[in-house]
Each structure stands twice: as C-alpha cells, then as structure tokens.
C-alpha cells in the first residue's frame, strides 16, 4: 500500500508492506515507523481494525485500518485517513 497527501505544503507518503506488516510515513523524504516488523502484535493480532496517529508538526492524522475477517494475509485492507475528524482519502488496498 503506497498513499500520499499534501499537508501544508509538504508531501507525505504511507507505505505499508504487505508480507512484513512494516508501515511508514516519510515527510519530504524523512522516514519514521509507525508499526515495526519486530513488533509480535504487527503479525498476531485478534482485531479487525487498528487505529493510529501520527503527528506532523500541529496536524494530527488518524488512520484506522480494517482487516477482512479470513484470510486476511491474501486479501485487501481497508484504510482511511482522518484530519481533525474528516475523511481525507480512503483506499482498500494489500
């Protein structure tokens, strides 16, 4: 999954892998984790959604992914992306 959104003036890209679980942000190049791969709950996990946030400078952005409830390794995700509780971009995506 690859997502980018321009705030204020300022590039940043989501990348999820989908075989390690990894996901980061990068702010006009600069990368930071939100979910590390050495992380046991990125991989086993009971719940279909999990919520994140990230902040960047004074903006905070919520990302709430969904998982299918089988085989959820082979199928889409679900993603939104949220600034100050409206939905700026949605993707389904591995």
């Known amino acids: 999954m690859k997502v980018s959104i ?15 679980g990894s996901f980061t942000y ?13 992380n046991y709950k990125t991989h086993f996990s ?4 999990k919520f ?3 902040k960047i400078e004074e903006i905070i952005i919520n990302i709430v992914k969904t ?14 992306f949220y600034i100050e509780n409206s939905l700026i971009k949605e993707i389904e995506s591995l």
């Open 46 to 49: 009971t719940n279909l959604s």
């Open 26 to 38: 990068s702010v006009n190049g600069f990368k930071n984790n939100i979910e590390s791969i050495f």
């Open 6 to 20: 321009i705030i204020k003036n300022k590039k940043v890209e989501f990348k999820r892998n989908w075989f390690t």
């Open 52 to 54: 994140y946030e990230v």
């Open 67 to 80: 998982r299918p409830l089988f085989f959820a390794g082979l199928r889409p995700h679900n993603y939104k």
